[in-house]
């Protein structure tokens, strides 16, 4: 929803174009398709990433901050554990806030006529599907391709309170007995302030232990995504404690400046300094009136989001853990979309 939203930017009020700047330097929103880095990095020249290195996006330049003092680039987490040359690496890059976006496939693709490890029947629209030739990858991995999109699914759990009685599939893999859905990469980033909840519907999530939900998570990819027998103890432990060190967001907004600077506490440094805690938005309560009128605007942003309408509803009713966005007691909501 954030990603298909920064599309629509255009469209929107300026208050609410201040919510999006607010909330974008907690929680990077995404990377468009033709997001660069500032400067070039290469795990086949450089095995770290300094923190604070910054990136280009549309909405200005983002960073990131690891609490091991750099990013590191050679533990397991960027090793192909399985048989099919997949890393965790290959979906959660660095240039696109540790998520990846069409565009990158798109061009990962074209540099390899699809021959890249992040192009794998398990996330052909159709696991069957002819992948002989650079033709038909295109079409066998055009939802990957034109969406950024990862086939998922499986039997339906027992005792679910639906029912899929009937199935349209125009990939032909769906029926009533193996349910089939679609979902972007998540970032692998800001977890001291997250939620318990791991992954999308909570699946790999193990109650409200957070860390243990990431454990869970990451052998579970190793013997999915990467097709590989299940990694030592050692390994997962590397995994989880890398991506667990990462902060990520928004850092320079253009004739905005920098979001950490005169008084104001965005950006991934304060970021990975907080503590999980309720309260208010109070990152850019400094520049409430401030002379600049874009920071003035954010911190108006700030005050929308933190503020109670007149049906006695607010942003932050929901989204209220502290500077960060996330719910507090690890609830998920039903929005109606799935």
């Keep these: 929803m954030k990603r298909r939203c920064l599309r629509s930017l255009g469209q929107w009020t300026r208050a609410t174009v201040a919510v999006v700047a607010l909330v974008g330097s907690v929680w990077l929103l995404g990377y468009h ?3 660069e880095p500032v400067g070039a990095i290469s795990p086949d020249v450089q095995s770290s990433i300094s923190n604070n290195f910054l990136f280009r996006n549309p909405g200005g330049k983002a960073a990131t901050v690891s609490t091991q003092g750099s990013v590191d680039l050679t533990g397991e987490y960027f090793q192909a554990q399985g048989a099919n040359g997949r890393s965790c690496v290959s979906c959660h890059i660095a240039e696109e806030a540790w998520s990846i976006n069409p565009g990158t496939l798109q061009h990962l693709f074209d540099e390899t006529d699809g021959t890249h490890p992040v192009f794998n029947l398990l996330d052909a629209n159709n696991p069957n599907m002819d992948v002989s030739t650079p033709e038909a990858r295109q079409i066998a991995y055009s939802m990957l391709l034109s969406r950024g999109v990862f086939r998922r699914g499986g039997a339906p759990r027992p005792n679910s309170e639906w029912e899929l009685i009937a199935t349209e599939d125009p990939h032909g893999f769906a029926n009533t007995s193996r349910l089939v859905h679609w979902r972007r990469v998540m970032p692998t980033i800001n977890f001291a302030v997250g939620s318990a909840t791991v992954n999308w519907d909570g699946g790999n999530s193990v109650g409200s232990d957070q860390h243990a939900g990431l454990v869970n998570q990451a052998t579970r990819n190793v013997t999915g995504g990467q097709q590989g027998p299940p990694a030592p103890p050692e390994v997962i432990a590397n995994i989880v404690d890398f991506e667990s060190s990462l902060s990520t967001a928004q ?11 005169d008084g104001a506490r965005g950006g991934p440094e304060a970021l990975s300094a907080m503590s999980k805690v309720k309260g208010r938005f109070d990152l850019f309560d400094a520049w409430a009136g401030h002379g600049n009128p874009r920071r003035a605007q954010i911190a108006r942003g700030q005050e929308l989001f933190n503020s109670t309408n007149a049906g006695g509803r607010s942003c932050s009713g929901c989204h209220n853990s502290a500077n960060n966005g996330t719910n507090f007691d690890n609830l998920l909501f039903d ?4």
């Excluded at 929005?335 to 799935?338: E, L, Q």
Aim: proline share 6%; net charge positive; charged share 30%.
């Design 33 to 35: 398709q033709d997001a």
């Design 335 to 338: 929005v109606r979309t799935a």
């Design 251 to 261: 850092l320079i907004v253009p004739r905005v400046g920098r979001l950490d600077s």
